[in-house]
């Protein structure tokens, strides 16, 4: 087994896991963004969300949800941000489906999802949504 997610996940690699259920395993990101980064992974390997079924997508966001109150309490934060890089384009390094929460204090110095894009958008709004619809009963 080589993925890195995996091997925490089976116990071979050490991690400082702060939570584990049927969903997944949590623990603190090596290269953090903030105290209390946490990287929730799915028990199944998946490469993206896409790739995970029904059930283990469901009990990896019920994980998630039970660890972001507690995740941003452990250290102090004002709020939290909870994100998925999802596939190679978006910046996911590790193959291997995982949910980032990062906690979140005002003016650290890092900005809201919408100052990670540059606007450009060439489609109107109804082609982008008819396209998804369409994509979505495919």
């Known amino acids: 087994m080589s ?5 925490i996940v089976a116990g071979e690699i050490p991690a400082e896991i702060v939570a584990s259920d049927d969903g997944g395993v949590a623990f603190l990101d090596l290269q953090p963004l903030a ?3 946490t990287l929730i992974v799915p028990r199944v ?3 993206s969300i896409e790739a995970l079924d029904a059930t283990a997508s469901d009990r ?3 994980l998630v949800r039970r660890l972001a109150d507690p995740v941003r309490r452990a250290v102090g934060a004002a709020g939290s941000t909870i994100g998925i890089n999802n596939g190679e384009a ?3 390094t590790i193959p291997h489906v995982h949910v980032h929460i990062v906690p979140r204090w005002p003016d650290d110095g890092a900005g809201s999802i919408h100052t990670i894009f540059p606007r450009r958008t060439s489609r109107s709004l109804a082609d982008v949504a008819a396209a ?6 495919e």
Do not use: M, S, V, Y
């Open 132 to 137: 998804i619809r369409k994509a979505t009963a």
């Open 60 to 62: 990896l966001f019920r």
């Open 45 to 47: 390997h998946a490469p």
């Open 90 to 92: 978006t910046g996911q």
């Open 3 to 7: 993925c890195i997610f995996c091997r």
């Open 35 to 37: 105290d209390g980064h």
